[in-house]
């Protein structure tokens, strides 16, 4: 008699029954974890403060706009003759000076075309307008038609103040001062290269 048989005829023999097969059955793992809780509680406050923002009334906010400073009349005044002087010539600005000095010339190219150019400070003021309208001028009279050289700067400078006055561009008396230093200049140049006569127009800056 095996060992198996024996057990069970001392089990029967005593009234017992043999033990039944254990089954193991492992725990489950706890859901209220202490993470879970802190996932509840989140979710929970999201959803809190989600409600009470759509309780809220709906709010437009304004956007505040950048201020930009309008131009002033004056400006807006000199960049209107600028634009206007420059198209009236055909002549492009090859830069702007910083100085209050400026010039004016032309390049012939073979093919015929002429490129009118100068450089002068930008209009801002009765001054820097007197001298860009100054080199506007002798496009607008003509390069070697008055002669002598300082003639030409006569009339270039006559061109300036008319036009500036058709601007309504105050002629200061800084400005006509520096009109009469330019003159007295030219005119002095022109004494000093040993001109002979000059014209009647140029004797008032004869020094």
């Known amino acids: 008699m095996d060992a198996m048989k024996f057990f069970d005829t001392l089990f029967d023999m005593l009234g017992l029954s043999p033990p039944a097969e254990r089954t193991v059955v ?14 509840r509680e ?6 809190v403060a989600k409600a009470r923002e ?10 505040a706009e950048p201020s930009v400073k309008p131009a002033s009349k004056k400006a807006v005044l000199y960049e209107t003759m600028t634009r206007e002087m420059l198209l ?30 100068l450089e002068s400070p930008k209009p801002k003021s009765p001054m820097s307008a007197a001298i860009f309208l100054h080199e506007i001028g002798h496009h607008a009279i003509g390069f070697n038609v008055y002669k002598p050289r300082c003639l030409e700067e006569y009339h270039a400078w006559q061109y300036s103040l008319a036009q500036m006055r058709q601007w309504n561009i105050p002629v200061t008396p800084r400005v006509m ?19 002979r006569e000059l014209p009647s127009e140029l004797l008032p800056f004869a020094q």
């Not at 989140?42 to 959803?47: A, H, L, P, S």
């Not at 001062?177 to 001109?195: C, E, F, L």
């Open 26 to 39: 492992k725990p489950r793992a706890q859901v209220t974890t202490r993470e879970a809780v802190k996932t």
């Open 42 to 47: 989140r979710v929970k406050t999201r959803e």
């Open 54 to 63: 759509l309780a809220k009334p709906h709010e437009v906010l304004a956007v």
């Open 88 to 117: 009236r010539y055909d002549v492009r600005v090859r830069k702007w000076r910083t100085s209050m000095s400026g010039v004016a010339w032309y390049v012939t190219y073979r093919d015929g075309r002429v490129q009118r150019l």
């Open 177 to 195: 001062q520096r009109y009469q230093r330019s003159m007295k200049y030219a005119v002095g140049k022109a004494t000093r290269r040993g001109i």
